[in-house]
């Protein structure tokens, strides 16, 4: 995995004085610097292409078919046909497993005219015969319902993984942040891996809590305080820029604030949150310079968090 350097032993310290803003914009713009060029580096990787080549065998379901996933197995992350598990994964579903059903395109030869493949066109009203059925171009004629399984329904060969987890000797830090949430207008909660709903996704960010009318941050618990710190920052950022947004297209530019965020208060409490890199190579596609163009925004957040937190040093 690609690291970054990072000059700093301890967590960064800006004095009480005129020039304590000028100091934390240049870190800051300077932490994002590092961000950018190691997340560079990272697709470069081998690790990341071989992450990237398991990628492109999953499919990418419709909103119907991830409904019909998430109501049949909740805590579904990967799921792929019985087939598909043993031949580009080498992995075999576990006896008993129910399957999850989905729908699947039929495609295959279809009149020009009516668009029913050749045995429905046979028996319709439509008395196109301009070319012979083998001649028709393909296309989709309808829906039939497939069985697929979920990762954690099978057995076998690992997948590759990217480490993103953040490390470093986290102090108080968890706690800290925890108590910050009601200045940043946040509630949250820490759900035990026994009560997580979210499958893989370390944190969620959602519609207000009922009782407090404020955006709700779940995150699931974990032993290192580090990486769950950074994992609050991160839903955090999401409460303060993202909550009444709702275009899906913006989603990738999102997360790269909401982890550009999470890394520059990670840097500045002397954590290493370098994993950070892999998980913006893969969110942003061509879009890296959405974080550098998104600088302002990323830079307040970030700083709003910090002050909300107290403390530049989480052992203090």
């Known amino acids: ?12 310290q800006f004095d009480d004085r005129e020039d304590r803003d000028d100091a934390m914009t240049a870190a800051v713009e300077t932490w994002i610097d590092d961000l950018l060029d190691a997340a560079e580096s990272a697709r470069a990787s081998e690790q990341f292409q071989a992450w990237l080549d398991v990628q492109a065998a999953f499919h990418d379901y419709s909103y119907r078919n991830t409904l019909l996933i998430k109501r049949q197995y909740p805590g579904a992350t990967r ?7 043993q031949e580009e994964f080498d992995r075999q579903v576990q006896e ?9 395109p039929i495609i295959t030869q279809r009149c020009p005219a009516c668009e029913n493949s050749e045995s429905y066109h046979d028996r319709s009203d439509c008395d196109y015969d301009e070319t012979p059925p083998e001649e028709w171009d393909r296309g989709l004629v309808g829906f039939k319902p497939v069985p697929v399984f979920d990762i954690s329904q099978t057995e076998g ?7 993103t987890a953040t490390t470093g000797d986290a102090g108080d830090l968890v706690s800290r942040v925890l108590d910050a949430a009601d200045s940043l207008g946040v509630s949250v909660r820490v759900r035990s891996e026994t009560a ?12 207000p809590d009922p009782m407090t009318s404020q955006p709700l941050v779940e995150v699931v618990d974990r032993d290192n305080d580090a990486d769950l710190a950074t994992t609050l920052v991160h839903e955090y950022a999401h409460a303060i820029l993202h909550f009444d947004v709702e275009d899906e297209p913006e989603r990738a530019k999102r997360e790269l604030e909401a982890e550009a965020v999470a890394y520059i208060v990670g840097r500045h409490y002397g954590l290493d949150p370098s994993g950070s890199a892999f998980y913006l190579a893969a969110w942003a596609d061509e879009e890296l310079d959405a974080v550098q163009a998104r600088l302002a925004r990323i830079s307040s957040t970030a700083e709003e968090i910090i002050d909300a937190i107290g403390g530049p040093d989480p052992a203090d």
């Open 157 to 163: 060969e690992p997948l590759p993984e990217l480490e």
């Open 96 to 104: 008993g497993e129910q399957a999850i059903w989905i729908w699947a």
């Open 79 to 85: 799921v792929a046909g019985y087939g598909t598990w």
């Open 196 to 207: 997580w709903r979210y499958g893989e996704a370390a944190g969620v960010c959602r519609q």
């Open 1 to 12: 995995m690609s690291s970054i350097e990072h000059p700093e032993e301890r967590p960064v």
